[in-house]
């Protein structure tokens, strides 16, 4: 079942048309996982890129928490744009569902056209700006 609705929420998503939408909805697949599982591990190599359904992680950077993420909160965006290793772990706070999309099937999808990567660029400008300190809306 396509996930468009739950994509075009998350901001690098955001300006996508329907077609890339649902095109990119057909390769996220949905993963359960129980309280305290490791969903992410910090070091590991990067492959997917997740965004929580229902449930609530806990993410921590050298075995202390840093943040936590609830339903409708992507988490591993940058995952699907370098493929480096993982900068934090996140662990299922609770029982968890996440959509979830793979590195290669993200660059699959891009290499089919540019509209994708053309409507990511402004969002990940402002993540890029809002980190070096700009107050961006």
């Known amino acids: 079942m396509p996930h468009e609705k739950e994509l075009a929420a998350i901001s690098i998503f955001s300006r996508l048309e329907k077609d890339d939408l649902e095109r990119l909805g057909k390769s996220v697949v949905q993963r359960k996982y129980a309280k305290g599982d490791v969903i992410v591990k910090e070091g590991e190599q990067a492959v997917a890129f997740y ?3 229902s449930g609530r992680v806990d993410v921590t950077k050298g075995g202390d928490k840093v943040g936590e993420k609830r339903a409708g909160e992507p988490f591993g965006e940058m995952a699907l744009l370098d493929g480096y290793p993982r900068s934090t772990t996140v662990i299922a706070a609770e029982d968890t569902e996440c959509l979830v999309m793979t590195r290669w099937d993200f660059t699959a999808e891009l290499k089919t056209g ?3 990567a053309l409507a990511m660029l402004p969002e990940l400008s402002k993540i890029i700006r809002r980190l070096e300190g ?4």
């Open 114 to 116: 540019n509209s994708i």
């Open 134 to 137: 700009e107050s961006i809306p």
């Open 51 to 53: 965004v929580i359904v």
